[in-house]
C-alpha cells in the first residue's frame, strides 16, 4: 500500500514539474497565493490612515501569532521562490524550442507586460528582499527595532513614516509597485489561461479584471508614501 502511494506522489510531482502543463499549474496557483497576499497586506498597510494605535494593534496581532507568522511567511516564500522558479524555466524552455531567432518579429496577441514577465518578476524579488530587510527585520535599519508606542508596543506607524521620508526609498517603492502591478495585469489573465478557466469569449472581462485590479493596488499602495512625503501623514504629536 505504502509502495503504490508513494508511486502514485512519484507520479504527481512528475507530472508538475516535469511536463509543461504541469508547471502552468505551479506558476498559476503560486501567482495565486502571492496575488492573495499582496492585497491583504495592502489591506493591512491601509490602516496607517487610521492611526497610529490602529495599525500598531494590527502588528501586535501578527507578531502574537508567533512561530505561526513565520511558518505563514516560510509559506509565502516558498510560493513566490516556486513561482519564480519555474517561470524561470518555462522561459528557457519557450527560448530552447525556438533556437533560431527571428528576422522580424511582430507581435500581434502577446502584449508588452505578457512579454517581459520574467524579468518584471526578477526585478520585484529583488525589491521584495530589500523591502523584507528594510521593514520587517529591520537589518537596513536597526533603530526602527527600538521604536516603541506610548503602550510598550513596536511602532509600526513611526517606522513606516521614517522609512517613507526618506525620498529614494519612496521612489524606490513606488517604481517597484508600478512593476507589480504591470506584472499583475497581465498575470490575473495568465493564471485563468493556465487554469483553463478561459474561453475566447471571457478574454476581454480577464483583461479588465486584471486591468482594474493592478490599477486599485497600486494606487493603494503608493497612497501610503505619497501621504507620508506630502505631510498629510506625520509622527506622532509632530515627531519623536
Not at 513611526?158 to 522609512?163: D, E, F, Q, R, Y
Amino acid at each position: 500500500m505504502s509502495t503504490v502511494a508513494t508511486s502514485r506522489s512519484s507520479t504527481v510531482v512528475h507530472a508538475l514539474t516535469k511536463t509543461s502543463l504541469g508547471q502552468k499549474y505551479l506558476m498559476a496557483v503560486s501567482g495565486l497565493v502571492a496575488l492573495l497576499f499582496v492585497i491583504g497586506h495592502m489591506v493591512g498597510n491601509l490602516q496607517i490612515f487610521l492611526g497610529q494605535d490602529q495599525i500598531n494593534h494590527y502588528a501586535e496581532t501578527l507578531q502574537n501569532l508567533g512561530p505561526l507568522l513565520w511558518v505563514i511567511r516560510g509559506f509565502l516564500i516558498l510560493f513566490i521562490l516556486i513561482h519564480i522558479w519555474e517561470g524561470i524555466k518555462l522561459k528557457l524552455e519557450n527560448v530552447a524550442s525556438r533556437p533560431e531567432p527571428y528576422s522580424y518579429r511582430k507581435y500581434r496577441k502577446a502584449s508588452l507586460a505578457s512579454r517581459t514577465m520574467i524579468w518584471t518578476g526578477l526585478i520585484i524579488a529583488s525589491f521584495v528582499g530589500y523591502h523584507l530587510a528594510h521593514f520587517t527585520v529591520q537589518a537596513t535599519n536597526p533603530a526602527f527595532k527600538t521604536l516603541v508606542d506610548a503602550q510598550g508596543r513596536h511602532d509600526v506607524y513611526s517606522m513606516m513614516i521614517l522609512g517613507f521620508q526618506n525620498v529614494w526609498v519612496s521612489l524606490l517603492y513606488i517604481i517597484a509597485i508600478g512593476l507589480l502591478c504591470y506584472h499583475l495585469s497581465h498575470g490575473v489573465t495568465s493564471m485563468f489561461q493556465s487554469m483553463g478557466l478561459n474561453k475566447p469569449e471571457t478574454q476581454p472581462t480577464l483583461d479588465k479584471i486584471g486591468l482594474t485590479l493592478s490599477v486599485i493596488l497600486f494606487l493603494g499602495y503608493i497612497s501610503i508614501p505619497l501621504s507620508i512625503l506630502a505631510g498629510i501623514v506625520n509622527l506622532p504629536k509632530g515627531g519623536m
